[in-house]
């Protein structure tokens, strides 16, 4: 099968050859990767090419660490942590930059993200953590990528629209490389019999579906959205996406005889009861409980409940001390 190769790619692969720094030639490599025709009679070179680029950028200092630099663990804020994950050039970059104050490196070429990039997404009263990841491939995904998604609360498979036919492709080698290093992306948290399997809640998000290239029939396996990072649309669905799937629920609280402060709510995984409230406010608490009134889920605003009165979204808790 001919390769039909761009004018674009063989101005990269001549650009290559002119090339004289590590540097230089990483990127003329990752351009390349870029623009060369996708199909069955390139994929010999576009695996040379990944192999090439997986070498330079080792000589570039890009190459696998391991855990020296610490990333296969970053602290958890917010109402809940979520990693973008993907392969390259999917528009997780682009996603992170639309929703948050990051500032991660948005390009045209592959592998812009080589380092985790966390920031804080606000939803309505509560903030949620983001990290856009580099992109998960055979070639390139080193080991701490595997230890923070497997430690996230949800993760967030991305996809270019506009890939069309390729994101099954996509999407199935993401699929069985995470399933290698026992990591499964499902719809809803569960857990295995097997203590080193760790299943993942997943949602999915279809990016540049304002360009015309965009596929309006291509889905994925996992509930979630299509977007547009460019016009903004769909961001909204995508904010309630997540606090959605997180499965937790805000409490508010009040002072016995003042209004209650609805400026930051405590966060709770969902059918916590009256009791964990109480421990979320102070641990102390517990055994000065007296007892609560509750406005929202009861029967009555300021009813007194049962400690083990489950609460939900929007409930406000007044706590009785002994």
């Not at 990483?26 to 192999?51: N, S, V």
């Not at 997943?202 to 996992?222: Q, W």
């Not at 049962?306 to 007044?318: K, Q, T």
Request: with cysteine.
């Amino acid at each position: 099968m001919p390769a039909n190769l761009t004018a674009d790619f063989i101005k990269a692969r001549k650009q290559l050859r002119q090339a004289s720094t590590p540097e230089e030639k990483l990127a003329c490599l990752e351009e390349m990767l870029a623009t060369i025709p996708k199909h069955k009679g390139t994929d010999h070179m576009q695996a040379d090419i990944k192999k090439r680029i997986a070498k330079m950028r080792g000589a570039v200092g890009g190459g696998k660490k391991g855990r020296g630099h610490g990333y296969d663990h970053i602290p958890k804020e917010g109402a809940g942590q979520v990693v973008l994950i993907g392969p390259p050039n999917a528009g997780k970059s682009s996603l992170l930059a639309a929703l948050t104050n990051a500032k991660p490196e948005v390009a045209a070429y592959p592998f812009s993200t080589t380092v985790p990039v966390p920031g804080m997404m606000a939803f309505e009263d509560i903030m949620i953590q983001l990290i856009d990841l580099p992109p998960v491939t055979s070639d390139y995904t080193e080991t701490w990528v595997y230890s923070l998604i497997r430690s996230a609360d949800l993760a967030v498979v991305v996809m270019d629209a506009t890939d069309g036919e390729l994101i099954e492709e996509e999407l199935g080698e993401l699929l069985e490389i995470l399933e290698s290093k026992n990591t499964l992306l499902v719809e809803e948290a569960a857990t295995s019999d097997d203590t080193r399997i760790r299943m993942i809640p997943t949602r999915g998000v279809l990016t540049k579906c304002e360009d015309p290239d965009a596929d309006p029939n291509v889905s994925l396996p996992f509930p979630g959205v299509r977007l547009s990072t460019e016009s903004g649309q769909g961001l909204d669905a995508f904010r309630r996406d997540l606090f959605d799937a997180l499965h937790i629920v805000r409490i508010y609280t009040k002072l016995p005889g003042h209004k209650p402060d609805m400026t930051e709510p405590y966060t709770l995984p969902e059918q916590s009861t009256v009791l964990d409230a109480v421990k979320a406010v102070h641990r102390d608490f517990v055994d000065r409980l007296k007892y609560v009134r509750i406005w929202g889920s009861g029967r009555f605003d300021g009813q007194q409940v049962p400690s083990d009165h489950v609460l939900e979204d929007g409930d406000i808790v007044e706590i009785h001390l002994r």
